[in-house]
């Protein structure tokens, strides 16, 4: 994570950043056919963003090879909320980090 993703977490605040993160699993990962599939998680410009593609929780292709999660089905609450978890983790790892 670069420092100006370090700068933004550390202005909004982790509850916050989580917030954003909850809307884009909701948004652009959890429709069982997302828009842009493979192509709908920007790689910079928010921490969020980049936890998701150092996480495997970008789309729903990495989705499924990483955590197990099959395409062509929407996302459980409990999916997300799990996704929404490993993106709070390496955030929090991340955070300690430097």
């Given at each position: 994570?670069?420092?100006?993703?370090?700068?933004?977490?550390?202005?909004?605040?982790?509850?916050?950043?989580?917030?954003?993160?909850?809307?884009?699993?909701?948004?652009?990962?959890?429709?069982?056919?997302?828009?842009?599939?493979?192509?709908?998680?920007?790689?910079?410009?928010?921490?969020?963003?980049?936890?998701?593609?150092?996480?495997?929780t970008c789309?729903?292709?990495?989705?499924?090879?990483w955590h197990?999660?099959?395409?062509?089905?929407?996302?459980?609450?409990?999916?997300?909320?799990y996704v929404?978890?490993?993106?709070?983790?390496?955030?929090?790892?991340?955070?300690?980090?430097?």
């Open positions: 994570m670069g420092q100006a993703d370090r700068a933004y977490l550390a202005s909004k605040g982790f509850s916050t950043i989580l917030e954003h993160g909850a809307d884009f699993i909701a948004h652009r990962l959890a429709p069982a056919h997302p828009v842009k599939d493979g192509r709908q998680t920007p790689w910079k410009g928010h921490p969020v963003f980049v936890a998701q593609h150092a996480t495997g789309c729903r292709s990495c989705l499924e090879k197990g999660f099959g395409k062509g089905q929407a996302l459980s609450a409990q999916q997300q909320t929404l978890a490993v993106i709070a983790e390496w955030l929090h790892r991340e955070e300690k980090r430097l």
